[in-house]
């Protein structure tokens, strides 16, 4: 599935039109909070989970600042904060969707 366009309809929104015609509108909170980044996901590099300190969230935390494709799979965002080595495969932005539409074809 690819995206068609991706509009930050407010401060708080981004809304992200598939090639199926399909849209889906996410809070950037909601984005943010599952950043796919191993440092987010306490991804395990040799043995050890590189869990990062937890902290209080810095000023622009969630807010956009870029939007990047990567190849053709996949978006990189730049957060006010400066974090930005999340890619989110189009394939995880679709399983991230809250529609109604998509929670009943989840298996």
Known sequence: ?????????SKEIL???????????????YLREYCPCAGC?????????????????????SDVKSIL??????IKITWGDGHDSGLYTFDYL???CMCT???????
């Open 1 to 9: 599935m690819q995206i068609k366009s991706i509009k930050q309809t």
């Open 15 to 29: 809304t992200f039109t598939w090639s199926d015609e399909h849209v889906s509108s996410f809070n950037t909170n």
């Open 41 to 61: 996901k306490g991804e395990t590099v040799l043995f050890q989970t590189y869990i990062p300190e937890k902290k209080e969230p810095l000023p622009g935390h």
């Open 69 to 74: 494709p990567v190849g053709n799979y996949a």
């Open 94 to 96: 679709r399983k991230l």
């Open 101 to 107: 539409d998509c929670k009943k074809n989840e298996f």
